[in-house]
């Protein structure tokens, strides 16, 4: 079947299950509802066979790539494989069904499940105190800064600015402003590093925070990150350290052991729960002690006889972020992914993670160029300038990996690399996909010396072309329209 919409292959009086008869007496809507609220005509959904919306909607799924059908290598976004008995778990009815507005006595599995997972993130972070609260990174990366800002403010100045590498993910001077202070960029070192030079120079009573992403979006480890901390220290300003990438340091550093005093983490990344198109994210703030009294309440607390509370009574704190206490059904796969691994299975992600990148990059800096030299972590990032000459750009680079059957890295990010593209494997893909994808990788960068055109008409094998993405972006169709696309 091709992908016709439901709505092409509706049949009036089809449907795909028997419901038993009423025994609801009817009556007449208008008696109960406003005016203008009653429908007198017909839903207009679909009326389908079972089998037609069974086939309907995997067919789409095949036509979508994901990374239950193949490698994901998107640079900082971690998409590593997710376990399935982890869907499992968080789909226990226990979980799934229970009312975040349960009296807390009847959720105490569940208040449990949040403090155990809270302990365990704090250890790995080596931090004293977390919420559970915010729902994705960015959102943890504004629940982070407002605490911070909290602090600064009951010390009496919430100081003006905070201090932001080039080097860090796109979501962090956004978060800085929303939290009400100026962004201030400093340029990377030629080791792609902090440049402690250029971070002197922005040391005074303004300074509220410097926020760094570690290992940065080059995938490199800020090897002076104990001098800067110091650094900050000594003008009170503190350490945000954005951890939504933790793939190559669990178990090996503990951020807080480096001077970090406050750090989200990224569930729906580190601790395998699908996201993006597959689920919901959850972005956990983890603090030193000094900054515990300003985070979001209510707090998860076991009391003395071994209860579990909600915890209200916080009178510095910056109040709720979110509608109810966070994405729980996320926290459960979260939980369930740490004690699976354990923590030897944790360091050893890590581990794996930052050899399958350097495995990959060592061939592929062959082919393509390699900005900085230094050893990369869990990701690297290459630059597609080598294809330039003829006439090859990064993104038809991408677009062709597609015909190859492999999703495309992040490309264009970070910014101050041309042409960037940025590779993140995992250590969830075997020895044989990683290199099928250096592979097929250098396979590209002959087709750009002998025939560039099939890079620029790629991808050909894929459901549609190559799509429009300016319009895309300037005139979207959000809706379902009656045209054949
Ligand atoms: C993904 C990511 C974020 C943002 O996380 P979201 O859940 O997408 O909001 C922030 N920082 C880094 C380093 C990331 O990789």
């Known amino acids: 079947m091709s992908s016709s919409l439901l709505w092409e292959i509706s049949k009036p009086g089809r449907i795909g299950i028997n419901l038993p008869k009423s025994d609801v007496p009817e009556t007449d809507p208008t008696n109960h509802l406003p005016d203008g609220m009653v429908r007198f005509s017909g839903n207009g959904l679909p009326e389908v066979s079972e ?22 290598p998107l640079g900082s976004c971690t998409m ?38 809270g ?78 030079e250029a971070l002197k120079q922005h040391l005074d009573e303004d300074l509220a925070a410097l926020m760094v992403t570690n290992p940065n979006t080059l995938g490199i480890f800020e090897k ?63 603090v030193k002690e000094h900054l515990a009294p300003f985070l979001p309440r209510p707090a998860v607390v076991r009391t003395e006889d071994g209860e579990y509370r909600l915890n209200w009574d916080m009178p510095h704190s910056l109040g709720k972020m979110n509608a109810f206490w966070g994405a729980f059904g996320v926290m459960v796969k979260a939980f369930a992914y740490i004690l699976n691994m354990g923590a030897e299975g944790l360091r050893k992600v890590a581990e ?60 264009y990010f970070p910014l101050i690399v041309h042409e960037a593209l940025m590779i993140e494997p995992t250590e969830t893909e075997s020895r044989e996909s990683l290199d099928a994808f250096i592979e097929a990788m250098i396979k590209i960068r002959k087709i750009a010396e002998e025939n560039p055109d099939a890079l620029h008409n790629a991808p050909i094998k894929t459901p549609v072309r190559r799509l429009d993405d300016v319009t895309a972006n300037k005139q979207p169709i959000l809706k379902w329209q009656d045209i054949n696309i």
Not at 51 to 72: A, C, I, W
Not at 146 to 156: N, P
Not at 230 to 250: C, E, I, R, W
């Open 51 to 72: 089998p037609q919306v069974v086939r309907h909607f995997v067919e789409l799924s095949t036509k979508n790539y994901h990374v239950d059908k193949g490698m994901y």
């Open 80 to 117: 590593k494989y997710n376990p399935k008995s982890s869907e499992r778990l968080a789909a226990l009815p226990g979980f799934a069904y229970l009312h975040p507005f349960v009296p807390e006595e009847f959720a105490q599995g569940a208040l449990e499940l949040m403090h155990r997972l």
């Open 119 to 196: 302990e365990m993130l704090c250890n790995i972070g080596g931090l004293h105190s977390i919420t559970m609260q915010p729902s994705a990174g960015a959102h943890g990366e504004f629940t982070g800064l407002s605490t911070i800002r909290r602090y600064h403010e009951s010390l009496g100045n919430p100081r003006k600015k905070v201090v932001i590498p080039d080097s860090s993910h796109g979501t962090n001077p956004a978060s800085i402003v929303f939290s009400g202070w100026q962004p201030v960029e400093i340029k990377s070192g030629p080791d792609g590093c902090i440049d402690i």
């Open 224 to 286: 002076d990150i104990k001098e800067v901390a110091a650094m900050l220290h000594s003008v009170g300003a503190q350490l945000y350290m954005d951890g939504a990438n933790m793939n190559a340091l669990l178990g090996i550093v503990r951020p807080g052991d480096v001077g970090v005093d406050a750090l989200h983490f990224n569930l729906h990344k580190t601790f395998s729960t699908p996201h993006g198109g597959g689920g919901p994210g959850s972005g956990p703030v983890a």
């Open 352 to 411: 794996d993670a930052v050899l399958n990148s350097n495995y990959m990059m060592a061939t592929l800096k062959n082919y393509y160029e390699l900005p900085y030299e230094t050893t990369p972590m869990h990701e690297f990032v290459l630059c597609g300038e080598p294809l330039k000459k003829f006439g090859v750009k990064t993104l038809d680079v991408a677009k062709m990996l597609l015909d190859f059957g492999f999703h495309a890295p992040t490309i």
